[in-house]
């Protein structure tokens, strides 16, 4: 690509996947991570099960959607990296190129969530061996907790597995897309469903998975407060990797051809469906042990091999569910980095392969400052003279400014520069909408969604 096709806003010469399929795997794989199934399962729990799930589903059919397919649209018209495709389309329309802040917070924000996010990959990764190896096997809820907590106080070992985790982030993205990305997601997403039914299969023999459906589907109005509202809003923006450019990347290699609003729907579709059928999976388990539904973000890796330790062939069935978490981490991993290698990659002479070295060994070196916040630096505070963030730290505020300033951010500007600023004309030749459907679509990202994400960004930053 030269400076000279930028500027006339040619295309740039560029792969693109090979099938939709292959996209909706792509962009599926980046929306079921950690998200799924590990927060899904433990908010669904502490706010009260099945009426959760209903505002949920709505929150993704009002906010997810169309902002995923504004920012795919973005992606597809510029054919560069995110920065550089949101300037494109703020010229083709006359609109200012400060618009690209959008893109530009996105990108950031990817690099700074996957250092943090490499880390909690390499918890997964760990707790792999702990599960073969019978660690948890008769095991009582002190001794699975030290496990845990011997884990977050030794960087060494910490630094062991986020170096693992990375470096197979980096191999996939440094292969480029189709020896890379593409091949990667063909195996894994397929491996993942496969690993989430055998989970789902086993959830069925524990003679608790009805006690579970009638958790996850039977709405339970009562149970339901503003603030879990307001929870199943921030959770449907954040589920579906929105925000953080990377449905920006992954559009750059889609075809013409391909109908974004219907590839859209499927991904929210697939990865809806995983968080349930993650809920399926473990709730049984929860239910079969006397275990509390509520437990919080404890109930991956300390709630969970607990009731591991305790069934028939737990040691398979938790290596079995912790290798399913290692996948789901892996390729939303291998979507964060993406985007920022695309912008490294069109700004420096390395190739594919030295910008996600580059990218990835500077994300590593970032993620060592989370792991020392586990353990040596677990005292220091960076901002603690501001009252509300005493006691966060380093790891804490990485995971605060992205999720909660960051990524809302970026998804308001790219909500309201779509919906209000690219002309209706560009807007139904590159989309191919019925009327209907455009209408529907237009008004949810001019007057609903916006509304939503400023209503969740300002509850979670005066909580």
């Given amino acids: 690509m030269t400076d000279s096709n930028m500027a006339s806003g040619a295309p740039a010469p560029r792969g693109q996947w090979s099938s939709r399929l292959a996209f909706i795997l792509a962009a599926t794989g980046s929306a079921v991570g950690l998200g799924n199934v590990w927060k899904f ?21 009002v906010i997810g959607i169309p902002i995923m397919m504004a920012e795919v649209l973005i992606g597809r018209s510029g054919r560069h990296n995110p920065i550089a495709s949101m300037r494109l389309m703020a010229e083709r329309n006359r609109r200012a190129p400060l618009w690209r802040a959008s893109a530009i917070i996105g990108v950031i924000a990817a690099f700074v969530i996957l250092s943090f996010y490499s880390v909690i990959g390499g918890w997964a990764a760990s707790y792999v061996g702990h599960a073969a190896m ?124 391909v109908s974004i609003g219907r590839t859209a729907v499927t991904v929210s579709v697939m990865d809806t469906g995983v968080a349930l059928l993650a809920g399926l999976a473990i709730f049984p388990v929860v239910f079969a042990n006397n275990l509390e539904a509520g437990a919080g973000p404890g109930l991956i890796f300390q709630t969970l091999p607990l009731a591991f330790g305790q069934m028939p062939l737990g040691s398979l069935f938790g290596a079995l569910f912790f290798v399913l978490l290692v996948f789901a981490a892996w390729t939303s991993a291998i979507s964060l980095l993406e985007p920022v290698v695309e912008w490294v990659e069109e700004k420096v002479v ?53 999720a909660n300033v960051m990524l809302p951010l970026s998804g308001l500007l790219t909500a309201l520069f779509v919906g209000w600023y690219v002309a209706r004309e560009t807007l139904e030749e590159d989309m191919n909408l019925s009327a209907g459907a455009m209408s529907l679509w237009l008004n949810l990202l001019r007057f609903v969604t916006p509304v939503a994400v400023v209503v969740v960004f300002v509850y979670n930053l005066m909580a």
């Fill in 134 to 257: 019978g660690d948890f096997t008769g095991q009582d809820a002190d001794t699975v907790g030290k496990i845990f907590g011997d884990l977050l106080a030794s960087p060494t070992k910490l630094l062991l597995w986020h170096s693992v985790f990375m470096a197979l982030v980096i191999l996939v993205v440094s292969q480029g897309l189709k020896s890379g990305l593409e091949r990667a997601v063909n195996i894994l997403m397929p491996a993942l469903f496969v690993l989430l039914l055998v989970a789902v299969g086993y959830a069925t023999t524990t003679g608790h998975f009805g006690q579970a459906v009638s958790f996850l589907f039977r709405p339970n109005f009562n149970a339901l407060t503003m603030d879990a509202v307001l929870i199943a809003m921030g959770h449907a923006f954040f589920t579906l990797s929105l925000g953080m450019a990377i449905m920006m990347a992954y559009g750059s290699y889609l075809g013409r051809d």
């Fill in 350 to 402: 390395l190739g594919r392969g030295g910008s996600a070295v580059l990218v990835g060994v500077a994300c590593w070196l970032l993620g060592i400052a989370s792991i020392l916040s586990l353990n040596e630096w677990s005292d220091f505070a960076p901002l603690a003279m501001f009252e509300r963030f005493e006691g966060k730290t380093i790891f804490d505020l990485l995971d605060y400014f992205t």
């Fill in 41 to 61: 399962p433990y908010i669904t729990g502490e706010n009260g099960g099945g009426a959760f799930v209903l505002v949920y589903l709505l929150c993704i059919a």
